[in-house]
Nanobody
């Protein structure tokens, strides 16, 4: 089990970039696949993608591919979500989550979640 804390959200201007961070405490962070999700106002939670345990493989959903990048630093127990060219449609609460397993495409099985960090994009 890991405890996750996201940071890096806030008010940003459309067209800019931002990096969200997620720091884990607990054991064996490097054993977990780490995923990113978001929930926009009035919408269902949306899966954005995930990164493998060693950071060597990532999966980003088609809807944000090319603008979103996931990376991790196991030495710092951290995972990151880099977002470029933000738009008001990216306004949401962003969550990181941890799971065991091997598939990066699955959206189920995430057992540990952060509290989220809010991103608001102004036009």
């Amino acid at each position: 089990q890991v405890q996750l804390v996201e940071s890096g959200g806030g008010l940003v201007q459309a067209g800019s970039s931002l990096r969200l961070s997620c720091v884990a405490s607990g054991d064996f962070f490097s054993a977990y696949i780490m995923g990113w999700f978001r929930r926009a106002p009035g919408k269902e939670r949306e899966y954005l993608g995930a990164i493998s345990t060693d950071g060597g493989t990532t999966y980003i959903v088609d809807s944000v591919k090319g603008r979103f990048t996931i990376s991790r630093d196991n030495a710092k127990n951290s995972v990151y979500l880099q977002v470029s060219s933000v738009s008001p449609e990216d306004t949401a609460v962003y969550y990181c989550a941890a799971r065991s397993g091997s598939s990066l495409r699955t959206t189920v099985g995430y057992t540990d979640w952060g509290q989220g960090t809010r991103v608001t994009v102004s036009s």
